[in-house]
């Protein structure tokens, strides 16, 4: 499956984003679907999780601004940004998981730029 991310783009702090995942093909069978950010100099981090029940799991750093959601009609992964803050600038990656016998296999988007002004 191929992952195709959008909606990033130059934003004031405070302001709002949407970031779409859209999936070449079905994601319902898919164990996690998820959203990952690279700050500049920094590693790649977990921003948010949905899990296939619907459950989800974000860091705390972004707890209570973005919300997860995915459209499995769709085929489709979304990140809502509110609040946003200089500190969320980076380089957002879609990211969908499959378990098995205890290890992640990730499928990987091309990411979209999101730079939040001061």
């Known amino acids: 499956v191929q992952l195709q991310a959008s909606g990033g783009g130059l934003v004031q702090a405070g302001g709002s984003l949407r970031l779409s995942c859209d999936a070449s093909g079905s994601i319902s069978s898919f164990d996690a679907m998820g959203w990952y950010r690279q700050a500049p100099g920094k590693q790649r981090e977990l921003v948010a999780l949905?899990?296939?029940?619907?459950?989800?799991n974000c860091t705390d750093s972004v707890k209570g601004r973005f919300t997860i959601s995915r459209d499995n009609t769709k085929n489709a992964v979304y990140l809502q940004m509110n609040s946003l803050k200089p500190e969320d600038t980076g380089v957002y990656y879609c990211?969908?998981?499959?378990?098995?016998?205890?290890?992640?296999?990730?499928?990987w988007g091309q990411g979209t730029l999101v730079t939040v002004s001061s």
């Open positions: 990211n969908l998981k499959k378990y098995w016998s205890g290890a992640s296999f990730d499928y």
């Open positions: 949905i899990y296939r029940g619907g459950s989800t």
